[in-house]
Each structure stands twice: as structure tokens, then as C-alpha cells.
């Protein structure tokens, strides 16, 4: 059976749907509500930070209608905000977030989100082939990896993400390895994440 793709391009109910859910979930992994001046600037600093592409500060008032403000947004600006999200784009935003998918969202049930974590806390991720790390919660969507198998991730190296979706690829930003730094790095291409666990603590 052929695999359903989701062009958002028509405006749409559903559409316009995706659209509040996109909102919503970049203002969760933000750490904002986008209601007062300063929420603008940290969602432009996380978008920025997240996808390492400029967005400006007025397309993100108008995106979110601060003020009265509002336009159709662009395409462009769509994907940015998806990839800073962990998407690949808002094509495939609209893949998980499809009006036949199981639940408008992807990781209900199938994943971890990060809003809901505590510093502190471990989790076990799994993805082929033979890939395995152990990483802990630091805060501010931050993670340092403690246990790395067959990953080119390794001990103490951080990364930020939004979620961990079983069955998905996870998107991890703002990567620091030893002396370098990456801006982006995808796990789980073949076939997504094949383990997500919350541990009750490290080791056990």
C-alpha cells in the first residue's frame, strides 16, 4: 500500500488545525506561551538556535498573531519552525499530524516528550543498526549523553531535542562532540527509533 504523503498547500480547516498544533508544540519546546513581548524573543532565539537559519522577529509576531498581526505564512517559514521542532520539513509535519493519523500527536503513546521530563531523568533510545544510548535530562531541552553503543554520539557529549517517537527519526540540534559541534544530527533513518524508555534511574 502506497504511503499517504500530506502537501499542507490548501488553506484548509484541517490545515489551519496543523497549523495551531505547530504553534502549539514549538511554544512547549521553547519553554514559552508567546503572549508577551519577551516570549517573541525567545521563540526567535529558539527557532534560530534550533535550525541555525535566521527567521525574524515580526514573522514570528505574525505567525503566532501578536498584536492583531496576521498573514498567510510562507512555506519557508513553515519548515523552519517544523525543523526546529525536529521535523524534516512541514510536509512532514503534516505526515504525523494528518487527520487519519492514530493521534493529532505523533508521540502520545509512542514516545517521550520533552516537556514532560525532570532534570535528572535517563532515557534509553534504540535505533538500527545496533545503535544504543543511555542519555540524562539536564533542563532547557538539553541532554547529556551517558552511555553510547555503536552511535557516533558518545559519552558527555550534549544535544538538544523536542521528543523521541517510537518508530521515528529523532532530529537532535546544537549537538557539542568532544572539541566539535554539529548543528544537526538525525537517529534513527532506518526506520525510526525502535526503543524509547524512560529509565527509573541510571542503571538500573
Not at 512532514?92 to 492514530?102: A, K, L, R, T, V
Not at 516528550?113 to 545503535?131: F, H, Q, S, T
Request: glycine share 10%; with cysteine; net charge neutral.
Amino acid at each position: 500500500m502506497k504511503k499517504k504523503v500530506y502537501l499542507c498547500t490548501m488553506k484548509t480547516t484541517e490545515n489551519d488545525s496543523r497549523i495551531d498544533t505547530l504553534r502549539r508544540l514549538v511554544c512547549e519546546a521553547a519553554g514559552c506561551e508567546a503572549r508577551t513581548p519577551g516570549d517573541f524573543y525567545t521563540l526567535t532565539a529558539f527557532v534560530e538556535g534550533r535550525t541555525h537559519e535566521p527567521i525574524g522577529l515580526t514573522t514570528v509576531k505574525r505567525f503566532w498573531q501578536y498584536g492583531g498581526m496576521s498573514s498567510t505564512p510562507r512555506r519557508s517559514t513553515l519548515n523552519l519552525l517544523a525543523r526546529a521542532i525536529g521535523y524534516r520539513s512541514y510536509d512532514d509535519f503534516c505526515e504525523h499530524h494528518g487527520d487519519d493519523s492514530p493521534s493529532s500527536d505523533p508521540i502520545l503513546g509512542q514516545g517521550i516528550k520533552v516537556a514532560d521530563l525532570l532534570p535528572g531523568e535517563y532515557l534509553m533510545l534504540r535505533w538500527n543498526p545496533g545503535r544504543e544510548v543511555v542519555v540524562e535530562y539536564l533542563g532547557n531541552s538539553t541532554f547529556r549523553v551517558a552511555m553510547s553503543e555503536g552511535s557516533k554520539l558518545q559519552a558527555d557529549d550534549t544535544f538538544q531535542a523536542a521528543f523521541f517517537a517510537l518508530g521515528h527519526p529523532a532530529m537532535l540540534a546544537n549537538i557539542i562532540h568532544g572539541e566539535s559541534s554539529w548543528p544537526l544530527y538525525e537517529i534513527g533513518q532506518l526506520g525510526g527509533l525502535t526503543l524509547v524508555r524512560r529509565l527509573p534511574s541510571h542503571g538500573e
